[in-house]
Structure formats: structure tokens, C-alpha cells
């Protein structure tokens, strides 16, 4: 499939820079459409909607922010800590402003890491219903945080 000019230079955007030395989309060489395309049709298969998936992330992030370090129970069997980074990260995306580099890890009942969150990958989400490209540090799943978080389907 050839891609217009305008997706070659958004995907240049995705890629490792010098402020996202990882960048968002891992080893994934699927088209940034595919990628958005195959999370929605999993967040929609789920009975969930993307604001859904997004408010309960926020959430999480939010509470672990205001602990101030501390691990803090979400529910039974998952914790989630803030890690305070310093600086800020530009949006991807043209025109979308800064976010703040700390992020919150969400942890299992054993202690184990699940989910990496921060601003702009909630951002992310609730904006484009972008998760990060698979292989990428910050990918959510959106199936893994739906059922992390019991994000309850709605009545259809």
C-alpha cells in the first residue's frame, strides 16, 4: 500500500527523536490507520468506548500523581506508583502542545509492572485512539487495561 505524503511525514513524527528516544510505534510496520483501526475495533468488540478507556487511565494516573511517589492501591491486587521525570514531551501530532514526561506504573497483585502511563499516551488515546505501535514501551493494550482496570461495558 503507498502512503501519501502527509502519512510518510506523520509516521517520521512516530519514530525515535530526540524527545521520544524510543518512539511510538515500537516494531510495529503496520500503517498508523491500521494500528488505530485494529485498538478500536478491540475497545469497541469489548462494549467499552475510547473516552471509557481513557477516563479510567486518567484516573489511575491522576491518583498515583497526587500520592506523590507512593505506590497506592486501585483496587484489590493493583497498585500503581508516579515516577516524576523532568521536562516535557511534544505531541507526536502537529499543534497539540507539550506534556509532562513523569509516568505512573501500574503494577499486579505480584508485584509485577502491567501498564506504563503518562500524559501524552492518555492523550493518545483519548484523542486519536492511538495506543502506541506493538513493541513500543508505552503501548497499552487496550484489552490488558480494560480488563486491569474492570472498565465495565456499556448498555448497548
Given at each position: ?92 501530532f502537529?499543534g ?32 486519536h ?28
Amino acid at each position: 500500500m503507498k502512503r501519501s505524503p502527509h502519512d510518510c511525514m506523520q509516521r517520521d513524527k512516530l519514530q525515535p527523536s530526540k524527545f521520544s528516544a524510543a518512539g511510538f510505534l515500537g516494531s510495529d510496520q503496520r500503517p498508523l490507520e491500521e494500528i488505530i483501526n485494529a485498538d478500536m475495533r478491540e475497545i469497541e468488540n469489548r462494549g467499552v468506548t475510547q473516552a471509557q478507556v481513557a477516563d479510567s487511565l486518567q484516573e489511575v494516573h491522576d491518583r498515583a500523581r497526587s500520592a506523590m511517589g507512593a505506590r497506592i492501591e486501585i483496587r484489590p491486587g493493583l497498585r500503581a506508583e508516579f515516577h516524576e521525570s523532568m521536562g516535557r514531551i511534544p505531541s507526536p501530532f502537529s499543534g497539540e502542545g507539550v506534556f509532562e514526561k513523569g509516568q505512573t506504573t501500574v503494577y499486579d497483585r505480584e508485584g509485577s509492572p502491567r501498564v506504563i502511563l503518562s500524559a501524552l499516551s492518555i492523550h493518545l488515546i483519548r484523542t486519536h485512539g492511538f495506543f502506541q505501535g506493538k513493541g513500543s514501551p508505552y503501548r497499552i493494550e487496550p484489552r490488558e487495561a480494560i480488563d486491569l482496570l474492570g472498565i465495565a461495558a456499556q448498555n448497548r
